[in-house]
């Protein structure tokens, strides 16, 4: 039977043409797919061309579902799958040494754990603007008051009163890392007429840096865009909310944990913060990418915030356009076809990476994070 052909993965600089040459034939690889979703199947189904078997399974990966993954050669996740010590140990006990993460974020997954015992690939950008657009369409909504006079007008009442908002012209944005999807809602924001203001510890052109808290008192509108840390866990809190101004809109697309949520309810009740917009939360592992409505959701902040009519929560759907899908898929397609083949890892993370011990890092020398004793380079 003739093989199916692996895409090689252009490193940087690299012709197609260069690149063709240097196609190799190697046995299709079996994917656990996990937490799968029918928008997932879609693209991979597409994108895969028969080199890659994937199984799909529903369960999220959990040390306890981690087995699924026997006699695959990578396992495959999203942003609320556990892939803890534990759950790493199944995964190299059943012989799988990669893990794509078809996301950008991986704060889910012990990298410190999985360092010389298994390669993690993310997807770093899919498509900033869908999350940047999303991000907007929550500050237009609750500005606006769209989502109360949609259901007014569905039963009739043309009323417009208790709708109303503010010009978004000449308020300050606080923008709250500005990497690609910050840049992109920094972008919409001074379409707005907005002045922008940011913070972020690796500054770029083009932006007014301020200190965290000076970007607090000074914002109209604070959106956060950076990644999930220790540094950054819950760095909006009960003190972040008192240097605020009154009436602040708060928008987070990024992650649940950013955002202390027992204090963004006091914040609300007080009327310091006026509105937010969420598409994420840090309790969201159970309930978020599932039907809940026939159940009893056993989480009382959760609940109250969904009572707000000033609170405006989406299930981490920011991510959810064509474009990011076929990102998101093509990409950790290719990142699959990287290791297979044998080359270097643009989109390997490790835990070097975020400790910034860049001198002990391989990847920056353009190779692996590390090689196993069975992996051979191209």
Known sequence: MRLPRARYFLQPGASRRAAAERVKIMEKKRIAFFDTKPYDRKWFDALSEGRYEIEYFESRMTEKTAGLAAGADAACVFVNDEVNAAAIDVLCENGVRLLLLRCAGYSNVDRKYAFGKMHILRVPAYSPHAVAEHAAALLLTLNRHLHKAYNRTRDFNFSIAGLEGVDLYGKTAGIVGTGRIGRAFADICRGFGMKVVAYDKFQAEGFEYLPLR??????????????????????????????????????????????????????????KVGAAGLDVYDEEEDVFFNDRSG?????????????????LITSHQAFLTSEALKNIAQTTLDNADAFFSGGALENEVCYHCSARKLNECRKKRGDRCFRLPDEKKE
């Open 295 to 311: 159940t009893i959701v056993k989480d009382d902040t959760l609940s109250l915030l969904l009572t707000r009519p000033n609170v």
């Open 214 to 271: 000076e970007l607090f008192a000074v914002s109209d509108v604070i959106s956060l865009h950076c990644p999930l840390n220790e540094e950054s866990r819950y760095m909006i809190n009960k003190e972040a909310f008192e240097c605020m101004k009154d009436g602040v809109m708060l928008i987070n697309t990024s992650r649940g944990e950013l955002v202390d949520s027992h204090a963004l309810l006091e914040a609300l009740n007080s009327g």
